[in-house]
């Protein structure tokens, strides 16, 4: 039984086994096998004796003749894949891990230090009172987007500068501005 139109692991779970490829493979097929079972998408293939082979997780690698078990002295060996993973292009799947680790990386750049106008600082991990604070903010101020982000920045820079200017002003200047006598 085929699905007709649905995607590949559909058919494949409604019990269509027309789409196992039997190894030997081409090495574009090795490439993309290999690639497929690397990047995590699906739990990949794994050695059938394992348990005997404790310090080797024992998840096969593609090779013309089949999957083979890495772990020393293992002979196992699987002469099967799903079509899919053999026809799927390795690009696709490289571009896949590219954008995951983009997002990671923007992450790290999320987690990093940000403006705070609860504490008048820029600091990296903000807690829920951060959080707060800056949702009160916006909804303070009617903003959104882009605007209601610059208009929070710009009045946690006017903070900072002020606290500097109270800390390192003379005294005769700090009185000409009220804003700075608090």
């Not at 574009?28 to 690639?35: D, G, P």
């Not at 891990?97 to 987690?111: K, P, V």
């Not at 208009?151 to 002003?169: D, F, G, K, S």
Request: with cysteine.
């Amino acid at each position: 039984m085929t699905l007709l139109g649905a995607p590949p692991i559909l058919a494949l779970l409604a019990g269509a086994n027309d789409n196992l490829l039997q190894a030997p493979w081409t090495a574009a097929q090795v490439e993309n096998l290999n690639v497929y079972q690397k990047a995590g998408y699906f739990h990949p293939f794994t050695c059938g004796r394992r348990d005997q082979h404790r310090d080797n997780p024992g998840v096969l690698v593609a090779a013309v003749d089949g999957w083979h078990c890495p772990a020393g002295g293992c002979d196992y060996v699987q002469s099967w894949a799903h079509s899919f993973m053999a026809d799927m292009p390795a690009p696709l799947i490289r571009a896949m891990q590219e954008r995951q680790q983009q997002m990671a990386r923007l992450r790290a750049i999320a987690d990093g230090p940000r403006p705070c106008l609860l504490h008048e600082d820029i600091h990296p991990h903000h807690g829920a009172d951060c959080m707060r604070f800056y949702a009160e903010y916006l909804m303070n101020h009617h903003l959104g987007g882009r605007a209601a982000r610059d208009a929070y920045v710009l009045e946690v820079e006017q903070r900072i500068l002020n606290q500097l200017v109270r800390q390192h002003a003379p005294a005769a200047i700090r009185r000409l501005n009220p804003a700075l006598s608090k």
